[in-house]
């Protein structure tokens, strides 16, 4: 029974930020200002990190059942108010920064916290081997919680615009809103049909690394070099990525996201088994971030809080995908499952090429999408 409530939570890291925004979009949209939302679920998720970090020092020696149970729920809540906070976030963003300074932005992001997050991995190494559990892993959740709190409050403080809105919608009219959204604009499709592509591409990402350990008989102290590499392509994202539009990002993404099959297939040696991650990395910040500017880019500034809801939520089930790598890889062996992600992204490149075809080539920004 553990060990189908971890794999619960993995479902929950997996979906929550993007199941639950149709459902928030139509209930916000016709607020001018978004802030409050991101302020309430951001209490809320620090509430639940602070609450199992107590838990942790008063049930982890003698309850440890319970103690999983609580954390799992807590932590749902966490993700939870995480995707409910999303649609805020996004529109946010959307008015706070400009158009041509929000690849930055993302890119910056994703690589100041790849780095934050490499260091704190050694620190929590310490924390773990120097003290007893379960003072261990409550230190861990309180000093997180700490963290948690200090990028909140600095995200609250933004002073946010008003923006223009559409009227307050119910559940089955914010439905019928984003069947609409869909039918009206062909660019909202393709950037979906690319995203979902993928998503669904990424099955066979957990498995490049064991892949790559395996063929080339590499000691585990290696693994380490892997981490190098895929840092090394966050910032190396910093000055490629900036210089493009955003459905050409998505493109190139793509095509970096589709190399480390590429290379497994070819058969591969010391320098192709490390540039594996080298690429996988590139592509998948390429994608994180054009699928964001894309979704603020095509529809209207009054339709973005509804287009946002809808399209992360019909994306939410298809990062489930990555589960059933395993399946393929163990009946049908490792070059299937690297042929099929190879597949995937190409076409998903294909619908990335269609976005960009279709728009202004000397803009950052979209024409019309109606038809």
């Given at each position: 029974s553990s060990r189908f409530l971890i794999g619960l939570g993995s479902i929950f890291e997996y979906t929550s930020w993007y199941l639950p925004q149709l459902f928030v979009a139509g209930r916000i949209q016709h607020r001018e200002k978004k802030k409050f939302l991101y302020v309430y679920m951001a209490v809320l998720r620090f509430l639940s990190i602070?609450?199992?970090?107590?838990?942790?020092?008063?049930?982890?020696?003698?309850?440890?059942?319970?103690?999983?149970?609580?954390?799992?729920?807590?932590?749902?809540v966490y993700a939870i108010c995480g995707g409910i906070a999303g649609v805020a976030f996004m529109d946010i963003v959307a008015k706070s920064i400009d158009p041509d300074k929000r690849t930055l932005f993302w890119n910056l992001r994703r690589a100041i916290g790849g780095t934050l997050g490499a260091v704190s991995g050694i620190w929590v190494r310490r924390i773990i081997g120097n003290n007893p559990f379960p003072i261990n892993y409550a230190k861990i959740f309180f000093i997180a919680s700490g963290i948690i709190a200090a990028g909140f409050t600095f995200f609250s403080l933004i002073s946010e615009r008003e923006g223009k809105?559409?009227?307050?919608?119910?559940?089955?009219?914010?439905?019928?809103?984003?069947?609409?959204?869909?039918?009206?604009?062909?660019?909202?499709?393709?950037?979906?049909?690319?995203?979902?592509?993928?998503?669904?591409?990424?099955?066979?990402?957990?498995?490049?690394?064991?892949?790559?350990?395996?063929?080339?008989?590499?000691?585990?102290?290696?693994?380490?070099?892997?981490?190098?590499?895929?840092?090394?392509?966050?910032?190396?994202?910093?000055?490629?990525?900036?210089?493009?539009?955003?459905?050409?990002?998505?493109?190139?993404?793509?095509?970096?996201?589709?190399?480390?099959?590429?290379?497994?297939l070819s058969g591969i040696n010391l320098l192709t088994g490390y540039s594996v991650f080298f690429f996988l990395s590139l592509g998948i910040t390429g994608i994180t971030i054009s699928y964001l500017n894309l979704l603020m880019e095509i529809p209207p500034e009054e339709k973005r809080v509804m287009a946002?809801?809808?399209?992360?939520?019909?994306i939410g089930p298809l990062m489930l995908f990555p589960m059933v790598g395993g399946i393929i890889a163990d009946f049908f062996g490792y070059q299937v499952l690297f042929s099929i992600s190879l597949v995937l992204s190409l076409s998903g490149s294909f619908f990335a090429w269609k976005i960009f075809s279709m728009k202004d080539r000397t803009s950052s920004r979209f024409p019309e999408n109606r038809r």
């Open positions: 602070f609450t199992i970090a107590w838990l942790v020092f008063f049930l982890g020696s003698s309850y440890p059942s319970l103690l999983l149970f609580l954390f799992l729920t807590l932590f749902a809105t559409e009227r307050k919608l119910k559940t089955r009219e914010t439905i019928r809103e984003g069947i609409k959204l869909w039918r009206d604009m062909p660019l909202l499709r393709y950037l979906y049909y690319s995203r979902g592509l993928l998503a669904i591409a990424a099955l066979s990402l957990p498995f490049y690394s064991i892949y790559v350990k395996e063929t080339l008989s590499l000691p585990e102290k290696n693994v380490g070099y892997f981490v190098v590499l895929v840092m090394s392509a966050k910032f190396a994202g910093l000055f490629i990525w900036p210089r493009l539009p955003s459905s050409l990002i998505l493109f190139f993404g793509s095509l970096s996201f589709a190399m480390p099959s590429v290379l497994c946002v809801g809808f399209l992360n939520t019909l």
